[in-house]
């Protein structure tokens, strides 16, 4: 019985070490799926559309980058993009570049306990952002990660493991 017991430990101790931590299941890059707001009065919303553009970065050193942009943004209002950059654009440029994009990058922590990936904003698209932490729980399954966020409504980011 003994023989039996030790060989059950053994090799559930191997498929613990085999299976990947729930960090390095973050690890990669991630393309986005779908974006959608659920309010409490039942209505839903697609901030970046029902096809969204976007991708999320986790790497080793803890670091983190996420960029979401709705497809299909008019390119014609902004002639050439040199202006935002060198900040010569219009205030209307500027409503008609930013409109249906959010970008930010920083670092993040998991805890485990909670389900919940902490994402330390360092610089983002949004100045009042940046310093902020923003707080997700997170889902895996299979080949996707599912990260929501609760606030005024509730946002469900659904993100698809890219290939290395």
């Not at 779908?34 to 670091?63: N, W």
Request: charged share 25%; aromatic share 8%; net charge positive.
């Amino acid at each position: 019985m003994k023989r039996r017991h030790i060989i059950g430990t053994l090799a559930a101790a191997t498929a613990l070490e085999a299976a990947p931590s729930i960090r390095d299941r973050f690890l990669g890059v991630w393309r986005l799926i779908r974006c959608e707001s659920r309010y409490k009065d039942g209505r839903t919303e697609y901030p970046y559309g029902e096809k969204p553009v976007g991708r999320i970065t986790y790497d080793k050193a803890g670091r983190m980058s996420a960029q979401l942009m709705r497809p299909g943004r008019p390119a014609g209002k902004v002639p050439s993009g040199v202006g935002l950059v060198v900040g010569n654009a219009t205030t209307d440029e500027i409503r008609e570049a930013v409109d249906g994009f959010a970008s930010y990058f920083g670092t993040f922590d998991i805890d485990e306990k909670t389900k919940t990936v902490t994402h330390h904003v360092q610089g983002c698209l949004v100045p009042s952002w940046v310093g902020t932490d923003l707080k997700r729980t997170y889902q895996f399954t299979a080949n996707r990660l599912t990260l929501t966020a609760t606030t005024t409504a509730t946002r469900e980011l659904v993100w698809e493991r890219e290939k290395d």
